[in-house]
């Protein structure tokens, strides 16, 4: 499957922006979707995770209550609403995607992801 994120963008602390990641191939419903970041001299961080089946959400701590994770299969696209965007925000963001099955398989760890998208850029300034 090949991925491909978009929607990064400059914009001020406090507000907010929507990533959408698209994705190639029939059965996207089948795959867990992870989105991850990277800062400049930081290690990848774990942003949200959606399941194949929309039912199991789980999100790193750092952006818990202010970031959402939605998908929508018959477009082959998933989310990530941002709100409440501070500069700590600011990083190359990634969507990635696990063959798991349509189900509620969730996780957190990159080394579990198949596919990666190319990343969008996302600057929140002060």
């Known amino acids: 499957v090949q991925l491909q994120a978009f929607g990064g963008g400059l914009v001020q602390a406090g507000g907010s922006l929507r990533l959408s990641c698209a994705a190639s191939?029939?059965?996207?419903?089948?795959?867990?979707m992870g989105w991850f970041r990277q800062a400049p001299g930081k290690e990848r961080e774990f942003v949200g995770v959606i399941s194949g089946s929309g039912g199991s959400t789980v999100y790193g701590d750092s952006v818990k209550d202010r970031f959402t994770v939605s998908r929508d299969n018959a477009k082959s696209t998933v989310y990530l609403q941002m709100n409440s965007l501070k500069p700590e925000d600011t990083a190359v963001y990634y969507c990635?995607?696990?063959?798991?099955?349509?189900?509620?398989?969730?996780?957190?760890?990159?080394?579990?992801?198949?596919?990666w998208g190319q990343g969008t850029q996302v600057t929140v300034s002060s």
């Open positions: 191939g029939r059965t996207f419903s089948t795959y867990t």
């Open positions: 990635a995607a696990r063959r798991s099955g349509f189900g509620y398989y969730v996780s957190s760890r990159p080394n579990e992801y198949d596919y």
